[in-house]
T-cell receptor, first 111, second 114 residues
Framework: DAKTTQPNSMESNEEEPVHLPCNHS???????IHWYRQLPSQGPEYVIH???SNVNNRMASLAIAEDRKSSTLILHRATLRDAAVYYC????????????FGEGTQLTVNP | KAGVTQTPRYLIKTRGQQVTLSCSPI?????VSWYQQTPGQGLQFLFE???????NKGNFPGRFSGRQFSNSRSEMNVSTLELGDSALYLC?????????????FGPGTRLLVL
């Protein structure tokens, strides 16, 4: 499966923007970049996904580098409820529905 | 719509026993996937079912099996339980099977094997 690299942990203050990076240097042209997060004691939840262009939704924005070898998940104003493990996942034709989770980034939000 | 539901939420078994976990997907969803989460291995894919057929399988021994019913509800079974099978078992559903489909996860079943 295509591999992603994320920092183990990041810290932010409440109401400040957070930029969570992800490297995926082996990405191919048809691979989708998905982000999920897992809050404590819950199952993972979908955040956002994209292919080539930047994407926005009510939860976050996804900025994709021009060469697609990296991407950044942006939380515009972090809240305490955003404290979670964030997973950057490449979805490929061969992986289909399977999500391959790495270790993710543990985001701590300080009040 | 109701979310993905999993039963039971907690389970304690002893080594050598077998266990069956149940997952009810979101209404209208036809794909169900199962994942195992442990502190050591993280989240790992077990298998996916779509329209009662196994579409994809992870790297787990044959003791782990599953099935899907005509109403899309799914069960997974683990036979001859080992201590290492203690984990959170998560079920996820999506409308269809494919790499663009968003997966919606349930709260999981926490299994403890003694």
């Amino acid at each position: 499966d295509a591999k992603t690299t994320q920092p183990n942990s990041m810290e932010s203050n409440e109401e400040e923007p957070v930029h969570l990076p992800c490297n995926h240097s082996t990405i191919s042209g048809t691979d989708y970049i998905h982000w999920y997060r897992q809050l404590p004691s819950q199952g993972p939840e979908y955040v956002i996904h994209g292919l080539t262009s930047n994407v926005n939704n009510r939860m976050a924005s996804l900025a994709i580098a021009e060469d697609r070898k990296s991407s950044t998940l942006i939380l515009h104003r972090a809240t305490l409820r955003d404290a979670a493990v964030y997973y950057c996942i490449l979805r490929t034709k061969t992986s289909g529905s399977r999500l391959t989770f790495g270790e993710g980034t543990q985001l701590t939000v300080n009040p | 719509k109701a979310g993905v539901t999993q039963t039971p939420r907690y389970l304690i078994k002893t080594r050598g026993q077998q266990v069956t976990l149940s997952c009810s997907p979101i209404s209208g969803h036809r794909s169900v996937s199962w994942y195992q989460q442990t502190p050591g291995q993280g989240l790992q894919f077990l298998f996916e079912y779509f329209s009662e057929t196994q579409r994809n399988k992870g790297n787990f021994p044959g003791r782990f099996s599953g099935r899907q019913f005509s109403n899309s509800r799914s069960e997974m079974n683990v036979s001859t339980l080992e201590l290492g099978d203690s984990a959170l078992y998560l079920c996820a559903s999506s409308p269809w099977s494919g790499l663009q489909e968003t997966q919606y996860f349930g709260p999981g079943t926490r299994l403890l094997v003694l």
